[in-house]
């Protein structure tokens, strides 16, 4: 059984950069075919899908947020992470990280508990 | 980008009621729709993918239908269980999107 756990700050101040990891237990992330994303969620609203990553690097970031994201993975740590910069207010939200299926065209069947992130001076 | 519009927002329903909830996308996207369900404080669960099949471990009660732009959630015989949030997401074309969430309640 596939499991994905968030970590990382959980208080960010204006301007500076959320940080988040997502650690993957019960199978590895270079065994492809699964791509992994981060989503997240506006505290009372709905989902906003943030970007993809392959255990090869290949990634594709929402253009809205483009300019300021990077995700990133860690094959040896079975890890991938969320790195948004320049955060704002708005920034604040649940983050999720969540494996698809298979390709990016499948839904999302496993995802982590989420971690709330508060942007807050 | 690919609008869903979900209808309706919000739904209070008596048990053992059928649910019946409508994602429309704003382009053709095939069959690559899927569902999800939300509980409040929980991370959210996939239900159906390309809109009809159902995802391991899911009651019978759920079902889904529709292709190209329109799209439908049932819900047969409501439980109390079933009272969440739930949601479509398109995973047909880049950036992929979500609709912005049906909530249904339990009377």
């Known amino acids: 059984q596939v499991q994905l756990q968030e970590s990382g700050p959980g208080l960010v101040k204006p301007s500076e950069t959320l940080s988040l990891t997502c650690t993957v237990s019960?199978?590895?992330?270079?065994?492809?075919?699964?791509?992994w994303g981060w989503i997240r969620q506006h505290p009372g609203k709905g989902l906003e899908w943030i970007g993809y990553?392959?255990?090869?690097?290949?990634?594709y970031y929402n253009p809205s947020l483009q300019s300021r994201v990077t995700i990133s993975v860690d094959t040896s740590k079975n890890q991938f992470s969320l790195r948004l910069s320049s955060v704002t207010a708005a920034d604040t939200a649940v983050y999720y990280c969540a494996r698809y299926c298979s390709t990016t065209r499948c839904p999302f069947d496993y995802w982590g508990q989420g971690t709330l992130v508060t942007v807050s001076s | 980008e690919i609008v869903l519009t979900q209808s309706p927002d919000f739904q209070s329903v008596t048990p053992k009621e059928k649910v019946t909830i409508t994602c429309r996308a704003s382009?053709?996207?095939?069959?690559?729709l899927h569902w999800y369900q939300q509980k409040p404080d929980q991370s959210p669960k996939l239900l159906i993918k390309?809109?009809?099949q159902s995802f391991s471990g899911v009651p019978s009660r759920f079902s889904g239908s529709g292709s190209g732009t329109d799209f439908t959630l049932t819900i047969n015989s409501l439980e109390a269980e079933d009272a969440a949030t739930y949601y479509c997401?398109?995973?047909?074309?880049?950036?992929?999107?979500f609709g912005g969430g049906t909530k249904v309640e339990i009377k």
């Open positions: 019960g199978g590895s992330i270079s065994s492809g075919p699964y791509y």
């Open positions: 382009q053709s996207i095939g069959s690559n």
């Open positions: 997401h398109q995973s047909s074309s880049l950036p992929q999107t």
């Open positions: 990553i392959y255990y090869s690097g290949n990634t």
């Open positions: 390309f809109a009809s």
